[in-house]
């Protein structure tokens, strides 16, 4: 089949991977001069299935109500009174009940847990080199109420079979040792020794090298600007200079996926803005081996080779990507805190991004009621954990084949009145 896949951050480049793989003839349409300039760019590194977790949850609108009012807030609230926003922020009201928390919580593992595989196997036979690092993660707690509170999650990973270790200062220190050296007292953490770490920009960039390589065509540079129908079936996309025709047409447009598809099919997803900066390494003794979780910040610190990556935080404010000095300010206070003297925050890069956010969490993979066009978008904070899983399960679905793992309640039909 010829299949246009529109997008090239992570889940349009681990798309193109399995399809081509599958024997499809490939392009990929992206509007920048590269893959992964977008939300795939510059996130906070994790491979984080044992942490794939709903944002809507039971309790969370009162924390988040907390939240609005503390000083450096993991969560900020901007009404612009727009219909999308509104919306959005109803169906995820409604999804924080405890079954449906349950329904997400278990989709969401699912792919997550199916992403860890197929990366394994990805990693098996090709050579891609992204940073990654196979040390698990470790979430931090910097009081006793935190680590009391870890028994809900604690049940929760028993419950779905995930590996994890309950550590005391010691333990934290034995499995990040330069964290002997944090000014701020800790009590203890949180470990899934399964998780990974790896810079989710180096990735997608070799593997859409390696795409290319293996004949898929990557059309740099170009916005697509409609989609074309013929009888209720996509027939390809219009560009500004060309008109791209196909057999199907996969939208990977991760926040951008509704402006295209607008009139033409509701799709809810809505952009949730995060921070990183970037940090060269001054003295490795003194920095990160793999990925440290502040559940006091919600701010995630992970060691590339002679970088930390430091990301968190969520702002509902539209589509506003301005770089805020304040943001920037908290994540640098949280790592110098917990790896003093580990790198120069000085001489930090500073980035935003959007993620892709649908009201119970869970991305949108399959096929839509417009025929041949199908969806591989709206995986939120675990895009890159989520991205070999979901671009495998979405090969396997456009291919005709049954997917590895149960996948009708992750397409747009969930969403059906
Ligand atoms: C601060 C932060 C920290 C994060 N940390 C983690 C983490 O630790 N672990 C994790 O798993 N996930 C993390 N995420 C989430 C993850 O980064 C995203 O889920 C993932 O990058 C989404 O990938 P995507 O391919 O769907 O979207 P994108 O990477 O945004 O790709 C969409 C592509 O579509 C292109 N495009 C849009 N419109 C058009 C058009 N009209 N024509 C042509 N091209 C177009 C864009 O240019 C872009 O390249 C984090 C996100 C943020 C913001």
Same mark, same amino acid.
């Given at each position: 089949?010829?299949?246009?896949?529109?997008?090239?951050?992570?889940?349009?480049?681990?798309?193109?991977?399995?399809?081509?793989?599958?024997?499809?003839?490939?392009?990929?349409?992206?509007?920048?001069?590269?893959?992964?300039?977008?939300? *795939?760019?510059?996130?906070?590194?994790?491979?984080?299935?044992? +942490?794939?977790?709903?944002?809507?949850?039971?309790?969370?609108?009162?924390?988040? !109500?907390?939240?609005? !009012?503390?000083?450096?807030?993991?969560?900020?609230?901007?009404?612009?009174? *727009?219909?999308?926003?509104?919306?959005?922020?109803?169906?995820?009201?409604?999804?924080?009940?405890?079954?449906?928390?349950?329904?997400?919580?278990?989709?969401?593992?699912?792919?997550?847990?199916?992403?860890?595989?197929? /990366?394994?196997?990805?990693?098996?036979?090709?050579?891609?080199?992204?940073?990654?690092?196979?040390?698990?993660?470790?979430?931090?707690?910097?009081?006793?109420?935190?680590?009391?509170?870890?028994?809900? &999650?604690?049940?929760?990973?028993?419950?779905?079979?995930?590996?994890?270790?309950?550590? &005391?200062?010691?333990?934290?220190?034995?499995?990040? #040792?330069?964290?002997?050296?944090?000014? =701020?007292? /800790? =009590?203890?953490?949180?470990?899934?020794?399964?998780?990974?770490?790896?810079?989710?920009?180096? !990735?997608?960039?070799?593997?859409?090298?390696?795409?290319?390589?293996?004949?898929?065509?990557?059309?740099?540079?170009?916005?697509?600007?409609?989609?074309?129908?013929?009888?209720?079936?996509?027939?390809?996309?219009?560009?500004?200079?060309?008109?791209?025709?196909? &057999?199907?047409?996969?939208?990977?447009?991760?926040? +951008?996926?509704?402006?295209?598809?607008?009139?033409?099919?509701?799709? #809810?997803?809505?952009?949730?803005?995060? +921070?990183?900066?970037?940090?060269?390494?001054? &003295?490795?003794?003194?920095?990160?081996?793999?990925?440290?979780?502040?559940?006091?910040?919600?701010?995630?610190?992970?060691? !590339?080779?002679?970088?930390?990556?430091?990301?968190?935080?969520?702002?509902?404010?539209?589509?506003?990507?301005?770089?805020?000095?304040?943001?920037?300010?908290?994540?640098?206070?949280?790592?110098?805190?917990?790896?003093?003297?580990?790198?120069?925050?000085?001489?930090?890069?500073?980035?935003?991004?959007?993620?892709? =956010?649908?009201?119970?969490?869970? #991305?949108?993979?399959?096929?839509? #009621?417009?025929?041949?066009?199908?969806?591989?978008?709206?995986?939120?904070?675990?895009?890159?954990?989520?991205?070999?899983?979901?671009?495998?399960?979405?090969?396997?679905?456009?291919?005709?084949?049954?997917?590895?793992?149960?996948?009708?309640?992750?397409?747009?039909?969930? +969403?059906?009145?």
């Amino acid at each position: 089949m010829k299949i246009i896949i529109l997008g090239s951050g992570v889940i349009g480049v681990t798309s193109a991977y399995y399809l081509s793989k599958a024997g499809h003839e490939v392009t990929v349409i992206e509007r920048h001069a590269k893959a992964a300039l977008d939300t *795939s760019f510059a996130n906070a590194g994790q491979i984080s299935p044992g +942490y794939a977790s709903p944002w809507a949850a039971p309790g969370i609108p009162v924390k988040a !109500f907390k939240w609005l !009012f503390a000083k450096n807030s993991p969560l900020t609230i901007r009404p612009d009174w *727009s219909l999308a926003q509104i919306k959005w922020m109803a169906a995820m009201l409604q999804n924080c009940s405890p079954e449906r928390y349950q329904v997400n919580k278990s989709r969401m593992v699912r792919l997550a847990e199916y992403s860890r595989q197929c /990366l394994i196997e990805l990693r098996a036979h090709e050579n891609i080199a992204y940073d990654g690092r196979q040390q698990g993660t470790t979430q931090l707690f910097r009081s006793t109420k935190q680590l009391d509170a870890a028994q809900n &999650d604690i049940r929760v990973l028993s419950e779905f079979g995930i590996p994890f270790e309950l550590l &005391d200062l010691q333990g934290v220190i034995a499995a990040e #040792p330069a964290l002997a050296n944090s000014t =701020v007292p /800790l =009590v203890g953490g949180l470990r899934l020794p399964n998780d990974e770490t790896g810079d989710c920009h180096l !990735f997608t960039q070799k593997l859409a090298e390696l795409c290319a390589n293996q004949g898929v065509q990557f059309v740099y540079n170009t916005s697509v600007d409609e989609l074309l129908l013929q009888n209720n079936a996509a027939t390809g996309v219009r560009c500004a200079n060309a008109v791209y025709h196909a &057999d199907a047409v996969l939208c990977t447009l991760g926040v +951008y996926t509704p402006f295209l598809l607008k009139g033409r099919l509701d799709v #809810p997803i809505y952009p949730i803005k995060g +921070y990183s900066i970037t940090v060269p390494i001054n &003295d490795a003794a003194c920095a990160p081996l793999s990925t440290v979780l502040d559940e006091t910040y919600k701010i995630a610190i992970t060691r !590339f080779e002679n970088r930390i990556r430091v990301g968190g935080m969520a702002e509902l404010r539209g589509y506003n990507k301005d770089l805020l000095a304040s943001r920037r300010a908290t994540l640098e206070m949280v790592v110098n805190e917990l790896y003093p003297n580990a790198g120069d925050t000085q001489k930090a890069s500073f980035w935003t991004g959007l993620r892709p =956010v649908t009201p119970d969490s869970t #991305p949108i993979i399959g096929a839509t #009621p417009i025929k041949n066009l199908w969806l591989n978008a709206g995986h939120g904070t675990l895009g890159w954990t989520m991205a070999c899983g979901s671009g495998k399960l979405t090969a396997d679905l456009i291919s005709g084949k049954v997917g590895e793992i149960e996948s009708a309640d992750l397409a747009i039909a969930r +969403y059906a009145k």
